[in-house]
């Protein structure tokens, strides 16, 4: 792309607002919180026969409507294309920060750009790897309600669990939604949030609703990282009571070896086997020696 002097003038935002080509790159969305820095940067525009195309600032003009507004305008000739390649030298850490701006993004890509052209693209200019089915999960972003696209814009909820809210009904969403928000679960334990609920609901023909009542939730009692473990636990215990018993009588059994502090016992895993793993630390290699005569002794029997 050529390089671009752009000429800094005064406009009435007004003037800039009214244009018939404002909302053509407006692709931020209106409901994110207006102390975000990158909506406010600056005001770009580029010339056209019949009017200004602003291209950058959307928020900050219509922040202004009845004042004055600096603004760097363009006054060569520029296709779609090169505009959106300018958009994403401008706004290229903002876009990658955000799993809701990257999604906006796109949408205005696939406006412009072929589909299949969109990943390499990307990768060109914003060295951000992408393919169909990321893509396609981006734009499913987009399908969630604005509450929840803030809170993935805001890191509250995890992108490895759009899939199972994008399954539920209205009503258990906000459910799910609501215990993330207020136990501030991270990324990991709401995947496995997830999968536990879907996977009790499937097996004893219940609701979420249900189980999260079942399970006691009182939130004004415990702190938050106690009472998400204690509800982990319980849907793990009801999705697995099987697992569940044997890990219970195991640390019974455990406790009554009073094992010193330095050693452990191991189950095997998810207990599909009757062995059990001993394991003991030394403070030395010397230590080791003194003591592994008498362990020899006991384990080649």
């Avoid at 993004?105 to 990768?123: A, D, G, V």
């Avoid at 992108?159 to 679960?185: A, F, R």
């Avoid at 939130?219 to 009571?241: C, D, G, M, R, V």
């Avoid at 195991?250 to 599909?272: H, I, N, R, T, Y």
Wanted: include cysteine; aromatic fraction near 8%; charged fraction near 25%.
């Amino acid at each position: 792309m050529q390089k671009i002097i752009p000429e800094y003038i005064i406009l009435p935002a007004s003037e800039l607002a009214g244009s018939n080509y404002f909302d053509k790159w407006n692709f931020l969305p209106t409901y994110l919180p207006e102390t975000d820095d990158y909506l406010f940067s600056q005001v770009i525009a580029v010339k056209r026969k019949d009017g200004l195309e602003v291209i950058i600032g959307h928020q900050l003009i219509m922040g202004q409507d009845k004042g004055e507004v600096g603004c760097k305008l363009i006054v060569e000739p520029l296709s779609d294309q090169e505009i959106l390649a300018l958009i994403c030298s401008y706004h290229h850490q903002k876009i990658l920060a955000s799993p809701i701006i990257m999604a906006c993004f796109l949408r205005l890509c696939l406006k412009i750009l072929p589909r299949q052209e969109c990943p390499q693209f990307l990768f060109q200019k914003l060295q951000f790897k992408i393919n169909d089915t990321v893509l396609k999960k981006y734009e499913k972003l987009l399908l969630m309600n604005e509450r929840c696209q803030l809170l993935f814009h805001n890191g509250i909820l995890s992108e490895k669990i759009l899939p199972y809210l994008l399954s539920l009904e209205q009503k258990e969403l906000e459910t799910v939604v609501g215990i993330i928000e207020k136990l501030k679960i991270g990324g990991n334990k709401q995947r496995r949030l997830a999968e536990l609920l879907n996977t009790l609901c499937r097996q004893y023909d219940t609701n979420i609703d249900e189980l999260i009542r079942e399970a006691g939730l009182q939130i004004e009692s415990q702190n938050l990282p106690q009472l998400t473990s204690n509800l982990l636990n319980f849907l793990y215990e009801k999705a697995h009571p099987a697992s569940s018993q044997a890990k219970r009588e195991f640390a019974a059994q455990k406790q009554g070896l009073e094992l010193p502090p330095d050693c452990d016992l191991l189950p095997a895993k998810s207990f599909e086997r009757d062995e059990v793993t001993f394991t003991a630390v030394f403070k030395s290699m010397q230590q080791f020696k003194e003591k592994w005569l008498e362990l020899r002794k006991i384990l080649v029997k």
